[in-house]
């Protein structure tokens, strides 16, 4: 049997997983894989930060105001997971749904890589 996959491991998995849902065209599993990553990452940063495990908004709350993450990346990080949450629960692949996927993929991953 393997090893366990480690957090960096977990979150390149998730990444290319979106990256193949996008190309696929498949929008809705796509925001719900970014959401999933996103978890990943937050849950992650915040056991460094030693907060005690909450729900996914509250923990991205926490970090802002630890100051472990700033202003612009909670606000992105909350937009992931409202349309990963949205994406869960519509079985929807619009335009809208998209625009939505590319625009806030590309910031999260560019984040990720600095």
């Known amino acids: 049997m393997g090893q366990p996959l480690n957090i960096w491991d977990k979150i390149q998995q ?3 997983e979106t990256e193949r849902l996008i190309a696929q065209k498949d929008y809705n599993k ?3 894989q970014s959401r999933q990553t996103l978890e990943v990452m937050v849950k992650a940063l915040g056991n460094k930060a030693c907060i005690v495990e ?3 908004a509250t923990t991205i709350d926490q970090l802002y105001d630890g100051r472990w993450i700033d202003k ?3 606000e992105h990080y909350h937009k992931i997971r409202i349309i990963g949450n949205k994406a869960a629960h519509e079985d929807n692949n619009s335009a809208a749904l998209r625009s939505a996927t590319y625009s806030h ?5 560019w984040e990720l890589s600095y």
């Open 72 to 74: 612009s990346t909670r």
């Open 105 to 109: 993929c590309w910031l999260f991953y």
């Open 54 to 56: 909450s729900d996914l």
């Open 14 to 16: 998730g990444v290319s």
């Open 30 to 32: 796509a925001m719900i």
